[in-house]
């Protein structure tokens, strides 16, 4: 019996070292202009992020939807804005089709390594998850680059460093 005992601690331990080290993807924001990272953001498994923003020049909600890859890249789920003139800016390469009240870019799938953004007070710029909702403006400054990145870590680097 005690054979079995430690076959099954051995078990359980091994478990839970691969547990610690098995990875998983993480949505890293770093502020390219002062340096240093802004937000670590861990979706749940197969949940997407969105970046919104209003239009500079016509106006209206942009929400650019992203979901992270397993081999830790950003993928472009979808492009919707509330204001047709905003969509037909963007439509140069797709078409528009309406999306209840609002109006969604028929665009070709698409990664990314990373995406590069500049926060303006123009563009209010924010950053959601799930129920999670982040102000990059108020975060980074008016006039800043910012960076977001898929990166790949383990539950032990989540749990003994930033996150990222």
């Known amino acids: 019996m005690?054979?079995?005992?430690?076959?099954?601690?051995?078990?359980?331990?091994?478990?839970?070292a691969s547990l610690l080290v098995m990875p998983t993807t993480a949505l890293a924001v770093t502020d390219r202009t002062e340096g240093g990272l802004v937000l670590c953001l861990v979706p749940r498994r197969h949940e997407a992020f969105t970046l919104s923003f209003t239009h500079s020049m016509f106006g209206?909600?942009?929400r650019e939807t992203y979901s992270i890859t397993s081999d830790a890249r950003l993928q472009r789920?979808?492009?919707?804005t509330a204001n047709l003139a905003a969509a037909e800016y963007y439509a140069y390469t797709a078409g528009v089709s309406r999306a209840g009240?609002?109006?969604?870019?028929?665009?070709?799938a698409?990664?990314?390594?990373?995406?590069?953004?500049l926060v303006d007070a123009a563009g209010q710029h924010r950053l959601s998850s799930g129920s999670k909702s982040f102000d990059l403006l108020v975060a980074t400054g008016n006039g800043h680059?910012?960076?977001?990145q898929a990166r790949s870590l383990s539950l032990l680097t989540r749990l003994f460093t930033d996150g990222c």
Do not use: K, S
């Open 77 to 80: 789920q979808e492009i919707t």
């Open 101 to 108: 009240a609002r109006y969604r870019l028929d665009l070709p």
């Open 2 to 16: 005690r054979i079995r005992n430690e076959a099954v601690t051995g078990a359980v331990l091994l478990l839970a």
């Open 60 to 62: 209206g909600d942009v």
């Open 110 to 117: 698409a990664t990314f390594d990373r995406l590069n953004v």
């Open 145 to 148: 680059q910012v960076e977001l």
